[in-house]
């Protein structure tokens, strides 16, 4: 044997009770579990530790993390081992050089503008390979999984205008989301708060969604509010996704602002009906209550119709800005959640333009400032967003068929701690301090059941025969080191975390392992 686990807690993810066991590690895949009474070329003490299975991030944005960091402490630290990428139906592939250098621009906030990143794929394979080739060839630090971009798609096959798509846009569209899954994708996301893909009619999402169905994969919506109207959303969700036979994921599942304070058991019970009369519905949400975005998506939809450059003229014009003020302040702009802004539950989280750094980590103090620095930092600006409400939070985490998901924006100078600390800060808080989940629960939460929907049955378990992608964690001490005032403080409790049977994280520590590969669902239509 490569390695021998000696006297771990193994929690398998399943969900039923951990035991006391040896694993063995060899070639990449898990060899034994029991007792073992040889050893390996390697041997661990394990005694005090719980062994799980690696986390899935079922909602990640390291879309461009993964190339420029050979690192990525963020999520390998966590116990990471895979990250759902293309998410919120925005990101790099498929497109043309037009919606490339559209989508840069678009999402810089999320990503960077990426001009430390060589853009040589335009498919969805082609970003996939250019994952395994990272690094001079080495590969990543975690393994990652893709989700066809739904607005990328549609920003390829029309552009960024608000109307319905002809028979042939559709058509296009159509080929486009299959050739993504052919290729390699487990489904397809959309940012429906996001243009363009906002501009989409459920129509439309459900003709996508056909295609989605007939290649085995699912549906990621950020659905259309999460704020006024927030349940009726959800419930367009469902209904489009019964229409067209597909499995759906409903991403970051909150019930935010105001208005929607525990009203989580309402959106639990719609979901219970749809599942008892068989839908394939899961969900992931974050353990905090604030949000992140950019500044610029909480514009209302017909401001960015056009693309990003059609935005800053927009803003630029003064009879043009009063208009999205109004909309934001006094309307409810559909960019935020049809809720009037309270600009003091807004916090600059990053910028690009040095000269903007003094308001990261302050509350936007109204219009005026918003204006200036989405025109000065050229939309690029993130935000916190202080909306959620922490008994949903605690209510959706319980649900059988929640999963876990940081929608982990790693750029700016005082980003959102979720991104380097969801899934320490399930363990140690909401398992250890406030007992919402068992630990055993938890990590079929973290592991299994993402391992389930994602469709992939060699990984998620403790199991002989699975890849061996492996945590071992404290659970006595493991905890978020992160927090809103030292957000990229690392996780205490975990000492090693094996990619594919080798260590990315041992005592500790970072090593210069780059185990991690694209993972591919390469669907033929059923």
């Avoid at 909309?327 to 935020?336: I, R």
């Avoid at 059941?449 to 492996?470: F, K």
Wanted: aromatic share 6%; net charge negative.
């Amino acid at each position: 044997m490569d390695l021998v686990i000696r006297g771990a807690r193994v929690v398998d993810g399943t969900g039923g009770p951990s035991y006391t066991a040896d694993v063995a590690v060899h070639e990449g895949r898990i060899a034994a579990v029991g007792r073992i009474p040889g050893g390996g070329r390697r041997t661990l003490d394990a005694h005090g530790l719980a062994l799980a299975p690696g986390f899935t991030d079922m909602h990640a944005h390291s879309d461009l993390a993964l190339l420029r960091d050979p690192d990525h402490s963020a999520k390998a630290a966590q116990g990471v081992t895979l990250e759902v990428l293309g998410q919120d139906g925005l990101s790099y592939a498929p497109v043309d050089d037009r919606t490339l250098g559209e989508v840069r621009a678009a999402v810089a906030g999320w990503n960077g503008p990426g001009d430390d990143i060589d853009f040589d794929w335009r498919t969805v394979g082609e970003y996939l390979d250019r994952l395994d080739r990272a690094h001079g060839g080495r590969g990543c630090a975690v393994n990652a999984a893709y989700l066809v971009p739904q607005g990328t798609v549609r920003a390829y096959a029309l552009g960024w205008e608000d109307r319905p798509a002809t028979p042939a846009e559709l058509d296009r569209m159509r080929q486009l989301v299959a050739d993504g899954l052919a290729q390699g994708a487990v489904g397809m996301s959309s940012g429906l708060t996001y243009t363009p893909g906002m501009y989409a009619s459920g129509t439309e999402l459900t003709e996508l969604c056909r295609v989605v169905a007939r290649y085995g994969g699912y549906y990621c919506p950020h659905q259309r509010s999460y704020g006024h109207g927030a349940l009726a959303a959800y419930a367009e969700m469902v209904d489009l996704t019964r229409e067209a036979g597909c499995a759906l994921h409903l991403a970051h599942a909150t019930m935010n602002f105001g208005e929607n304070a525990g009203r989580a058991p309402e959106l639990l019970a719609l979901l219970d009906g749809a599942l008892a009369a068989g839908a394939d519905i899961t969900l992931d949400s974050y353990p905090y209550t604030p949000g992140c975005t950019t500044l610029a998506a909480l514009l209302p939809s017909w401001a960015g119709e056009g693309g990003p450059e059609a935005v800053l003229a927009r803003l630029r014009d003064g009879a043009q800005a009063e208009r999205i003020r109004h909309a934001l302040e006094v309307e409810g702009a559909d960019g935020c959640h049809g809720v009037p802004v309270d600009w003091s539950t807004i916090e600059i989280s990053g910028v690009t333009d040095p000269a903007f750094a003094p308001l990261v980590g302050t509350r936007l103090d109204g219009w005026d400032t918003a204006r200036r620095l989405l025109l000065g930092d050229r939309l690029r600006p993130t935000v916190l967003q202080h909306v959620g409400d922490e008994e949903n939070v605690r209510t959706i985490m319980r649900h059988p068929v929640h999963t876990g998901g940081s929608d982990g924006i790693l750029q700016g100078a005082k980003p959102h701690p979720r991104a380097h600390g969801t899934f320490p800060h399930y363990l140690g808080h909401y398992v250890r301090e406030l007992g919402v989940l068992t630990l055993e629960e938890c990590v079929a939460h973290l592991a299994g059941r993402p391992a389930a929907r994602l469709r992939l049955t060699d990984r998620g378990l403790v199991r002989e025969g699975l890849r061996a992608d492996l945590v071992l964690f404290d659970p006595g001490t493991v905890a978020a080191g992160s927090t809103y005032e030292q957000p990229r403080a690392l996780p205490t409790g975990i000492p090693h975390v094996l990619v594919d049977g080798r260590f990315v994280i041992r005592d500790g520590r970072r090593t210069d392992v780059l185990a991690g590969r694209s993972v591919r669902r390469t669907l033929l239509p059923g």
